[in-house]
């Protein structure tokens, strides 16, 4: 079973960059779609960006801006977060699943979840 920790959250200035980790374990990288979502409050939990082997999907509201790195040998999977906007203020979860032809950014579609770390961009 995977088993996945976030950290590295906090406060960012408007158009700063932040650099989240999520320190998994129980699982092969390879064979699960991981992922970072993120929920605001008073909104539905929405899929940022997952990964699937070296292939990425971002939804077109971090496009651009925010990337996946992926360090397999240390089981590790970061959010880079560049030119950060206020909207992105929310609780970032990192999330896994079994991969099985196709990544969703639907965040229903996805079994394991970290217990999140709380991003706030804010002047």
């Known amino acids: 079973q995977a088993q996945l920790v976030e950290s590295g959250g906090g406060p960012v200035q408007p158009g700063g960059a932040l650099r989240t980790p999520c320190a998994g374990s129980g699982y092969t990288a390879n064979a699960h779609c991981m992922g970072w979502f993120r929920q605001a409050p008073g909104k539905e939990r929405e899929g940022g960006a997952v990964?699937?082997?070296?292939?990425?999907y971002y939804a077109d509201s971090v496009k651009g801006r925010f990337t996946i790195p992926q360090d397999n040998a240390e089981g590790t999977l970061y959010l880079q977060m560049n030119s950060m906007k206020p909207e992105d203020s929310a609780m970032y979860y990192c999330a896994a699943i079994r991969w099985f032809g196709r990544c969703s950014l639907n965040h229903n579609d996805y079994q394991y979840w970290g217990q999140g770390t709380q991003v706030t961009v804010s002047s």
């Open positions: 990964i699937i082997i070296r292939y990425t």
